[in-house]
């Protein structure tokens, strides 16, 4: 009779055991879906689709990309959450994910509590372009001006995104203020600035940067902790103004409860993705460097960009 209570007892620990283990070894057995809370054919969309064939190669599974688009990605970023804790349903977003619960403390979602992060993918310095007919060749130009009472439009292309949070980190290190002008996108913001309507905006270098080669717009700095590789004479910010450094990064998440084990398969997937050839040509073409940290790495990460901007929107008393 014991042997008997003995092997029941076994069995049902066994069971329970292998219920509350992920079964990672046959991860991923399905389609993946990766979430992007922007438009299709925006920055987070472009990168995230060579992303996702690379990686549905490598996991030996469609990955299929959808757009839930609104203005600052709250909507893709809730249904993610709220998706089962199952490693097949992510979150491929950019720094939009951390800065937009400071705009709105209402945001349905918490990039803390509701995910898991998998990695940073990517992150991009952001470059301030000017008019050609903008008298500012310089940072310090910018500075001198400013500090002189001439003033200076500076382009938004948006009110809550990385580009506005630059400049106002700009602002405040160099004690200054800017006539803020705001767009609805870049694309609209560009024409004004070619045409010398406003005089200056931090923007991404992938949209950036072809005026500049083409001769439409100047470059005056980079935002990143060092210099660009693609323009590696431009001077960065931080040259200028100590301890400005913003850059538009990108995160693949999971929601909240997924194992860990699953985690850690993705983030094997997703390191060798970032660092493979079809995506560094990707990332050398936009200005993008891979990041490709560890899943703690990536919590620690996100932990400071949120606090980081959160005291800039706080300090400066941004609204969105």
Known sequence: MKWQQYTRLAVLALAGFALAQPASADFPDKPLRIVVPFAAGGGVDALTRPFAQELGTLLGQTVVVENKASATGQI????????????????????????????YPEAPYDPVKDFVPITIVAA??????????FKAKSVADLVRMAKAGEPINVALSGITGMQALATEMIAAEAGVTFTKVPYKGAGAAFKDLISGEVDVMVDNPASSLPHVRAGS????????????ASVPDTPTVAETLPGVEARNWFILAAPAGTPAAVIEALNQAAVKVAAGPAMQRFFDRDGTEAVANSPTQAQEYLRDEIAKWGKIVKDRNLQP
């Open 124 to 133: 991009a310095p952001q470059v301030v372009v000017t008019s050609k007919k």
């Open 76 to 103: 893709g970023a809730a249904e993610v959450a709220r998706s089962a804790p199952d490693g097949y349903t992510l979150l491929l977003s950019s720094a939009a994910f951390a800065t937009t619960p400071a705009f």
């Open 217 to 228: 717009l100047d470059l005056i700095a980079t935002t990143g902790p060092k210099r660009m």
